[in-house]
């Protein structure tokens, strides 16, 4: 900045010459004008208007001039930088429109696409089946169990009381996994007579010999899973299905526990006013044995003897078969190492398709297996 002088002259000061002033102004307005962004609208703020700008130094020279000259120099200087701010903060505006009318349509989102090409999964209703039957018994207080569905024969038979040559090994039609090239086990146990000594297990009641031996009474636990059957596939029978099953061992359990658990069983996902009735049978690891019934949910017995009022879902028999129960053979707590004299127990087990089947009027178990979505669909999408 120049030193005061009392006969300096603003006309004489390059800076602030009239002419010298407007070209600022005007060459600020031209760079605003060409700025094409804000970013470059900015860079141009700075030069013209920061305080290294040539109208801020003008503005500062002022100081330097007499007194007499101050105002009209100061007049000149504050309109054009005035012209100035007011062309920046036009173009500001202006540039910011834009941008924004850009975001607008750079991000736009087209709302009448189909929001997802990939309809979200669900699982399957079996699943979901048999979760809400284990969660009857979780609320209860029972402890979820698990098996491996390649099971050692001892499991699947021998611990419960189905002897070697025991027809009632037969019952069940057994895939047995063929030994290893070597003649061992696929266990890597020896095999005199060629045989693995593993099974695919054909139902989830092996799980009461591992429940037993993994705990001490007393046990309470629920045992959903997958089993094998050489069964063809048809509308009421598939190779591979599902059940579940229930075991109970303590101190002074008796049928009636067992009854009383199947009641509350049936009521909870059938409704209130659903019982149980039990038929005699026979399984090796059960002793007395029994075949369980419900009552048909749909014509709650009425449809008996009613050929006017038929009823589908029971073939108007008024009951449903469910599967099978009894309480725990001795045997079998013994071979699991629990004192039969001090502890007893009750189990059942039964099938979560035909659950399904009856539960919700499905004709044909292959439709269970097909994995066509056209069947799971009105299942909902339960996840
Ligand atoms: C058993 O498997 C016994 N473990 C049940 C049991 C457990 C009895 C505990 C006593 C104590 P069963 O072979 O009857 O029993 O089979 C039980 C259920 O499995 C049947 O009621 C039926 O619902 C279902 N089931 C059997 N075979 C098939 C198949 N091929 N396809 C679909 N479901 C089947």
Known sequence: MSAPNKS??????????????ERLRDEALAAFAAAGDLDALQEAKVAHTGGASPLALANREIGALPPHAKAAAGKLVGQARAAVGKALAGRQAELEAERDARVLVEEAVDVTLPYDRVPAGARHPLTTMMERVADVFVSMGYEIAEGPEVEAEWFNFDALN????????????????????????AGGAESADGESGVVLR???????????????????????????????????????????????VDEGLTMADLKGTLDHMVRSLFGAGM?????????PFTEPSAEMDMLCYVCRGESVGRPDRPCRTCSSEGWIEL??????????LTACGVDPEKYS???????????????????????????????????????
Do not use: W
């Open 8 to 21: 300096y002259d603003p006309v004489e000061v390059e800076a602030l010459k009239p002419e010298e002033i």
């Open 162 to 185: 189905f002897g070697p040559d025991h027809p009632a090994r037969q019952m069940q039609d057994t895939f047995f996994v063929r030994p290893a090239e070597d003649g061992r086990g």
């Open 202 to 248: 054909t139902h989830t009641s092996p799980v009461q010999a591992r429940a037993l031996l993994d705990r001490r009474p007393p046990v309470y636990v629920v045992c959903p899973g997958r089993v094998y059957r050489t069964d063809e596939l048809d509308a009421t029978h598939t190779p591979v299905f599902h059940q579940i099953e229930l075991l109970a």
């Open 275 to 283: 019982k149980t009735r039990l038929r005699p049978n026979f399984f």
């Open 323 to 332: 599967g099978g129960c009894g309480m725990v053979n001795p045997r079998v």
């Open 345 to 383: 127990g009750f189990a059942f087990g039964f099938g979560i398709e035909r659950m399904l089947m009856f539960r919700h009027n499905v004709e044909d178990m292959r439709d269970m297996v097909e994995g066509d979505v056209r069947f799971t669909r009105p299942f909902g999408m339960e996840i």
